[in-house]
């Protein structure tokens, strides 16, 4: 090999190591939010182009909120592949409708893999501390064999791949992740109890035809996570990891701090359902 082709081959060598190195410290080094990873324009930032306002708590800057009241029954309400039809919201993926259903009006989508996000105002407002909440009623499960498939609160979300997400799935299993440069790494994991301590799912799956109201908070270096109004996690900080504070459940070490800012949303998978109260508090 002459010495030209040696230089290039450990020239690209070295370059390959560095960009490794660089991306293991900073998926590695959980302790900083100094790495910041860039993507191309087919990767979807809420907040592209924007300069960003902190805006701390939700009451700085307050958000009105979603409940699908004053639509025509059968109305497109947002569709992703669409511009924006309601000032606070925007459906990044799939179609969202208004059905009347006898008890009042709701949302809708039976699209598979449908996110929505709320819009702040200003829209380049992203909140440090958070509730974001909602109400699902599942009416068919689409696809068990997908393990993800169910029911998802974004937090703290800035790209596709910046972001917290809580989830409550098809076969009654709860999560805790964080997505950061496009990897998941679990937080906690668990089985979703109701108010007697029993488990939600019913031989492995969790019941349709009724309502579950998801409600995830974080709040500095603590994240919550509540079913029906039934606490399921409550995950605080310490050395370096994470304990649950209600008992010592499936954990994984990992920072809340790394994404300390962002919004919030809606992430349904593989399940046609009603929705209703989207709303983001202290």
Not at 33 to 54: A, G, K, P, W
Not at 178 to 183: A, I, L, V
Not at 213 to 234: M, P, R, Y
Request: glycine fraction near 6%.
């Amino acid at each position: 090999m002459n010495n030209f082709f040696r230089y290039v081959i450990l020239s690209i060598a070295f370059f390959v190591s560095a960009y490794i190195n660089t991306a293991l410290a900073c998926d590695t080094n959980i302790n900083t939010t100094d790495c910041h990873c860039s993507y191309d324009e087919s990767v979807f930032d809420s907040f592209e182009n924007r300069e960003i306002i902190d805006g701390g708590n939700v009451s700085y800057n307050p958000y009105s909120g979603f409940n699908f009241n004053g639509f025509t029954h059968w109305s497109i309400i947002e569709d992703a592949g669409e511009t924006f039809n309601e000032a606070n919201i925007d459906v990044t993926s799939g179609k969202l409708w208004a059905r009347n259903t006898g008890s009042g009006q709701r949302g809708w989508t039976d699209i598979y893999n449908f996110r929505m996000l709320a819009v702040p105002e200003p829209s380049n407002t992203q909140w440090s501390n958070m509730t974001v909440s909602a109400k699902f009623y599942p009416k068919k499960w689409q696809n068990i064999a997908s393990s993800y498939a169910g029911l998802h609160l974004f937090s703290r979300y800035q790209t596709e791949n910046d972001l917290y997400v809580a989830s409550l799935r098809y076969d009654g299993a709860i999560y805790i992740k964080r997505k950061w440069c496009g990897n998941y790494i679990k937080i906690a994991s668990h089985v979703a109890k109701d108010e007697s301590n029993q488990k939600l799912a019913i031989d492995g799956i969790l019941p349709l035809n009724k309502w579950y109201k998801l409600e995830f908070s974080v709040n500095g270096d603590i994240a919550t996570f509540k079913i029906n109004g039934v606490q399921q996690f409550i995950l605080s900080r310490y050395n370096n990891g994470y304990v649950d504070l209600t008992q010592p459940w499936n954990l994984n070490a990992d920072l809340i701090e790394v994404i300390p800012s962002g919004t919030a949303g809606i992430r349904l998978d593989y399940v046609s359902t009603y929705m209703d109260d989207f709303l983001i508090t202290d």
